[in-house]
T-cell receptor
Framework: AQSVAQPEDQVNVAEGNPLTVKCTYS??????LFWYVQYPNRGLQFLLK??????LVKGSYGFEAEFNKSQTSFHLKKPSALVSDSALYFC?????????????FGKGTKLSVIP | DGGITQSPKYLFRKEGQNVTLSCEQN?????MYWYRQDPGQGLRLIYY???????QKGDIAEGYSVSREKKESFPLTVTSAQKNPTAFYLC????????????FGPGTRLTVL
């Protein structure tokens, strides 16, 4: 079975400071990994994904994530946080086996950027 | 939210009533999904469909039913057997192949009165 852990329910960061939202995963074989963002009463918006290749993945709105196979982690980062980054962030994993159509999501981390 | 529409945005239901949530997509994606979102619990998979006329139960299918008669449509019925249906429901699609990102609709908030 595959699983995702987001160890922090909430992360607070001052505007202009770097931010990190943590994610660890468990899956058989090599993973597909994703980050999504959700604003209140909206659907999830895709931010970035890791498929293969470079461990540092760059995505939308200045976000990036680093895949670390040995630590089974895929932490989301941004060098300088904006107030508009305040939202709920979800990490997700999917296996690569035949017929692997299911994404497994973490419980989400609420990011609050303080002006 | 792209080419995925969910209607209605807000839905109120009396206890004991069935209700159907609509999900339509114009992305020509093969697979479609229904998730339930509750505060602090993330997203939980209800049902998914990889092709027309075929669908599989997810982790929390009890009290729900679906159909997939057309590629563009994947309606979800919340039946009276669902004991705690108040939640935010999200529909998603997956193109298949590479890259295979899942895209989400805007969601329907269901409240049972």
């Amino acid at each position: 079975a595959q699983s995702v852990a987001q160890p922090e329910d909430q992360v607070n960061v001052a505007e202009g400071n770097p931010l990190t939202v943590k994610c660890t995963y468990s899956v058989s074989g090599n993973p597909y990994l994703f980050w999504y963002v959700q604003y209140p009463n909206r659907g999830l918006q895709f931010l970035l994904k890791y498929i293969t290749g470079d461990n540092l993945v760059k995505g939308s709105y200045g976000f990036e994530a680093e895949f670390n196979k040995s630590q089974t982690s895929f932490h989301l980062k941004k060098p300088s946080a904006l107030v508009s980054d305040s939202a709920l962030y979800f990490c997700a994993v999917r296996g690569r086996g035949a017929g692997s159509y299911q994404l497994t999501f973490g419980k989400g981390t609420k990011l609050s950027v303080i002006p | 939210d792209g080419g995925i529409t969910q209607s209605p945005k807000y839905l109120f239901r009396k206890e004991g009533q069935n209700v159907t949530l609509s999900c339509e997509q114009n992305l020509n994606h093969d697979a479609m999904y229904w998730y339930r979102q509750d505060p602090g619990q993330g997203l939980r998979l209800i049902y998914y469909s990889q092709i027309v006329n075929d669908f599989q139960k997810g982790d929390i299918a009890e009290g729900y039913s679906v159909s997939r008669e057309k590629k563009e449509s994947f309606p979800l019925t919340v039946t009276s057997a669902q004991k705690n249906p108040t939640a935010f429901y999200l529909c998603a699609t997956l193109a298949g192949g590479y890259p295979d990102t899942q895209y989400f609709g805007p969601g329907t908030r269901l409240t049972v009165l």
